[in-house]
């Protein structure tokens, strides 16, 4: 063998009594911006604190789609950069991300979903990303397994292609960024849970963990779906976010079928084969709040039900195995990052939704930024939580959503 | 290959043959046989070639717990054939190779393993990067077992059923048996889950005795025929448990039997309380090369025998650390197996009647003894035994290794209901620290194994479920408590976690191939928890769900990392079984509602769509340009199925009140008579629903929402009033009334052709309402309103005569060429004259001052707390937000597609809807653009999907297009 092993994320440290900054949470926000800021920001004296292990929440839970079709002109730059990292997180990391950038195919149901499609192909378009409506010819030509007959339930009309999209191996992510981030210094203490958050004169002053007191002038709550409950019950700060359990499943591994990430709206559901050969696929949210990342007994036949419609052939392949993670969602499904403004020193990246994945790599980058600087990138800005104090929501849905019962 | 046809213990029909093709050829099995088994019987060793090593695999356990026998059965990929009956005509292929099983020429990758440690993927392939596209797509095509075609549409007929039971009971061995008839004996509802196609469980193949000297066997089909007999016990054999969720609700599903009727069933139960007795599987014995056709498990080697007559080898040696092992050895041999050694692991505790039989039959056997190699390759031709230290080491010549390591409780149903699992010290096995509620554990799941101790445990658990779900059972569970303790308790198990190897050819699982030394390596570079072990070596995440290295991965990491100390179980997650998306997907409706016009919509030439939770006639026009139909309503008179919209009636001493909540304007000046159109918000003001509110007498209201919230108003309206007290009442009527909206400048005529009531504007204006009877029977509510922009009348009429009333509206069209419209052109008439649709000019950020309906707000009535109010008052000062404006484009003959952008340097907007309207020639449409744009006039840049640089223009206009005065609405 011409390995040798040794620990990827370096060996396990001591947690010190002080840092310049503190992370909290090992997921893929958390591990990538302590990445950037000891990498580009020579900020190398940082802490992730992680309650479990990481990748333990939804970095370890997602189905790695990673697309640059949002709906506003907010957020398509962000996620387009975020997509063009991939190769380049691979190489500066040298850890085989397996991008796969197969493309995705967004299916439209009606008219009127044909006609939302061509304002985010325009957005795209506009902003030099490539993306394209066709019809369901088209569509069956690029996914031979896709039922375009008339008799299904939501017939297919045609579809969003988006070429430069695809699949990443999440695992991969933590891994790699783990490895990097600890290449440069920084101490991933896992099993070690944050339990308070300091504050004096208005400004951060520590953390309080499992295993001690850590002073720090920085804190950076990135704690995915655990993060709205935490920033309330360690500051007092209420987020408008609603914490939905979401599943995925897999089925028993195949040879090549899909070569495409397709999703469909109206079914409530997304289908894409990994390198494993496994079709791995995904449901809407649970439609009713909750902190827990149980499965239940409606989704995985609801998804049977889905596929058995516009993926036909699947019928003839088992399912093997379902999960659930923590989706926290914000009312216009657009992530919350914002820094500096109740207490000097505190940062949150937060509400990412269903969408935290194909983000990690430029929001990491950007937030580091923001933390080491202290002063919020024109990126990031449209993403402030007052936004929601003052009714203005940032349009990345145009459906009224409705995860809590009073809105 | 000759059975041994006469074993009472039996489950096939020797007499009854099946044919099936394997590669190309017809071969024999019979009645009972599996896939597998029948294949056995016609010498196939080689079943499946694995995943990354492409080595030879055989048969190891008989219920599936890695892919070794998954084979493609009539297209369907990855079938496990080993559980599988075997169905006459049956075509079989075998998978994952290049050749064939036996002659695979990928084979040679076995080789390489060491270019291929723990996460190797990760490490290469991406330098340079140019040759991570081709690199992937060879990973791509090595990757995945079966195939399936893309056009493959699955046969058969896929049933679902939900029953409610009080007890269920998972797995039919004794211990369920005895379970499922202790539970039932208070009268309850009792449901018998079993996964094999029969009862019996460990019972059912063993001919060793009870304390009473009943052949094991006998007990199982006495238990069974007593179930049989039980009224309140429903038996579903050939059914797998695959998932329990909150409250046991318990999932599973059926394979049929050939005189069935479906070919699987999807089950769900909902029952108040559950007894586990899925018994246990084996432990597998890690060793080199411990997964070579030739090495099996003790319960498969047993039952190979006993269950479908076929001696599983001619000559064997055993390597087993458990009393069950040498049970086999013992009835193999009698049954004419050659044994040249049992090598037990354990240095003691064994059964000594069973070391007497041993000694009877002289087999040798060896004490504190373990296999550490398999020879061969194909088949198992030798087999190194060694002492557990690996001091010492002996060759055996054999064709048949039986090895277990032990036995592991098959827990997956306590994990699935949340179990907290930990690790127990004298078994060996990660049991429940804490039972989920209601749900009790009973037989070898519990450590026991004595026959009698196995029942007893049944009954317990059988009881104290019944007890759970309600049922008196007197002093029967102390009783029952009492029977069980007096017998032996859960057994010492056997701890052994590795044989004396280095491992780089030892697999902990076969699925993934993965090596004890992937694990080391995964170890070494910090990956120190199963859970994550799991991910970075991919072990147990295969088709066989964690069966084989379920038990061991933690075992061995606890070992291996001095740090942890207590072995930490992984997770298993359902379905328990791989499950069919066909078997899940059951009957699969299409479920949609149809309105009372549906019908005859259809037989007028509709074209149907799916909107939201309808089906509704979106064009009667085949070009979907609908030119005909709008211009008849423009001209002449057209009429349209509006039964979809929401219809509610509010009453009760507070029904004013909660309207005040929800609606943005003054619901107290709603007038007898008239209607009035108003809009709710939610809290940010956006806009949420609009419709019209008629007042029916005092505190007494009928209301119209959008299609689209019919379903979402009576909670919203509940919602937003939940800490007042109110006294009202609300009722959705919106299934119970069809509406009929007729409009056009001949709307009047034929409307006066079937009711008797003066229409006259005078009469009837405007805005007005107005109740009658048409044939002085059908109660109909009927609205001037006027949404398409012509005279129109909706009319509301009880379901059941809503085709009635448009049969006789259609009759007296006749005359003016009367002619259905369809929702397309409404959209296109209601956009001439700028009425807005919920979702289609407003987006979900969208609010009423935005819409430019902030007439419709009453800001004096702050003590209705009207939701959404607050934010109206802050947006109103507020600048940056999307106005809703009209636009006309410079060049007529070239609208705009609806989703067009608005932009400059940035996005400024977008085009709602925009056509190039008929009545008045020109290309017109609503947009959202950022209010600095919003001024009458301004030249507007328009950027299309696919314009390829080339930018559009058009101008703000005053609105409506059409009919600006309304004179034409009001006539
Ligand atoms: C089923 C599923 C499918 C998904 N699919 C996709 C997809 O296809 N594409 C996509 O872009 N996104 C997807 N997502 C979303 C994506 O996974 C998340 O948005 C993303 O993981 C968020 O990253 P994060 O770093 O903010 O949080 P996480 O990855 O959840 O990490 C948060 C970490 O914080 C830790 N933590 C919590 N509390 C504490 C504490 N008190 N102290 C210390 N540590 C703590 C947790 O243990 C966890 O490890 C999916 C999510 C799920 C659940």
Known sequence: ?407 | MNRLNQLPTLRITPSEKLSLNYRGKTVQGVAGDTVATALFANGVRVFARSLKYHRPRGLYSLDGECSNTCMDVNGVPNVRTENTLLKDGMVVREQNVKGSADRDWLAFIDKLDWMMPAGFYYKTMHKPAAIWPVAMKQIRKAAGIGVISADYQMKGQYDEMFIKAEVTVIGGGAAGMTAALAAAESGQRVVLLESRPHLGGCFDYRVSTTAEGTPLYERARDLAEKVKLTGNIRVFKHTSMVGAYNNNLITAFQVGKASDTFTERYIEIRSDSVVVATGCIERPLIFDHNERPGVMQVGCAHRMARTYGLLPGSEAVFSVGHDLGLEAAVDLFDLGLKINCVADIREDGQNPELMLALAERKIPVLKGWVAAKAHGCKKVEKVTLSTVEGTVKRQFPCDLLVASAGLTPVTGPFILAQAKMGYDSHTGYFLPTELPEKMFPAGRITGVNHPGAIEASGRLAGLKAAAAAGADVGKTVAEAEKAASVLPGPERGCKLVTAPVKGRKSFICFDEDTTIKNIKQAIEMGFDVPELIKRFTSAGTGPGQGGIPGHNLPLFVAKYTASISTPVPTTVRPPLVPTFLATYAGYNHHMFKHTPLHDSQIADGGIFRNIGVWQRARYFSADFDCREEILNVRNNVGMLDGSTLGKFRIHGPDALKALQRVYVSDMSKVKEGRIKYSAMCNDDGCVIDDGVVVKLGENDYYFTTSTGRAGQTVEWIRYHTRFDGWDFSLVNLTDAMGVINISGPNARKVLSKVVDIDLSSEAFPFSGYREFLIKDAVFVRAMRLGFVGELSYELHVPSSYTQAVWDLLKEAGAEFGIRNFGVEAQNVLRMEKCHVILGSESEQRTNLLDLGLGFLWDRKKADAKTVGAVALRQAEKDAGRLKLVGIRMEDDDRPARDGALIVDNNVRGYVATMRKSFTTGQAVGMALVESQLADIGTRIEIFEDECNGVRLYARVVATPFYDPKGERMKS
Not at chain 1, 178 to 186: L, N
Not at chain 1, 313 to 337: N, Q, Y
Not at chain 1, 360 to 367: E, I, L
């Open chain 1, 1 to 407: 063998m011409f390995w040798k092993s040794k620990p990827l994320w370096g060996n396990k440290t001591r947690l010190k009594s002080s840092y310049d900054a503190v992370i909290i949470g090992g997921g893929l926000h958390g591990l990538a911006t302590a990445y950037y800021l000891a990498k580009e920001h020579g900020l190398t004296d940082v802490a992730i604190i992680e309650k479990r292990f990481i990748g333990f929440g939804g970095a370890g839970r997602n189905t790695a789609i990673v697309r640059a079709n949002q709906r506003t002109q907010y957020n398509v730059p962000l996620y387009k950069e975020a997509l063009d990292l991939w190769p380049v997180l691979t190489k500066e990391l040298d850890y085989n991300l397996m991008f796969n950038n197969c493309g995705n195919l967004n299916l439209m149901h009606s008219e009127a979903a044909m006609k939302a499609a061509r304002m985010t192909i325009a957005t795209a378009q506009f902003h030099g990303v490539e993306s394209h409506l066709i019809d369901a010819k088209q569509a069956k030509e690029l996914v031979p397994a896709l039922n375009i007959s008339e008799d299904i339930t939501f017939p297919i009309h045609g579809a969003m292609f988006h070429p430069p999209g695809g699949i990443v191996r999440h695992d991969a992510v933590v891994w790699g960024l783990a490895k990097g981030a600890a290449k440069h210094g920084v101490d991933i203490h896992q099993h070690t849970e944050a339990t308070a958050i300091h504050t004096e004169g208005g400004k951060i002053t520590g953390v309080e963990t499992s295993r001690g007191r850590i002073h720090t002038p920085r804190v950076l709550v990135s704690a995915g779906g655990y993060s709205a409950g935490l920033i309330y019950h360690m500051l007092g700060i209420k987020l408008p976010i609603a914490v939905l359990t979401i599943q995925a499943m897999v089925t028993q591994p195949l040879k090549p079928l899909l070569d495409h990430v397709v999703s469909s709206g109206a079914y409530h559901c997304y289908a894409n084969q990994t390198l494993k050969g496994e079709i791995a696929t995904g449901a809407h949210m649970d439609q009713w709040p909750n902190y827990t990342t149980q499965n239940t007994a409606h989704y995985i036949k609801h998804q049977a039900e889905a596929l058995s419609d516009w993926l036909p052939c699947l019928r003839g392949v088992k399912f093997m195995r379902i999960w659930g993670g923590l989706a926290d969602m914000t009312p216009d499904m657009a992530p919350i990052m914002d820094g500096n403004d109740h207490y000097e020193g505190f940062y949150m990246d937060c509400g990412w939704g269903y969408f935290g994945f194909k983000s990690c790599s430029a929001v990491g980058k950007y937030m580091a930024q923001y933390m080491a600087s202290g002063h919020c990138p024109d990126m990031l800005k449209p993403f402030n939580l007052r936004r929601y104090e003052n009714h203005q929501l940032m349009g990345e849905t145009a459906e009224l959503v409705s995860y809590t019962p009073n809105n």
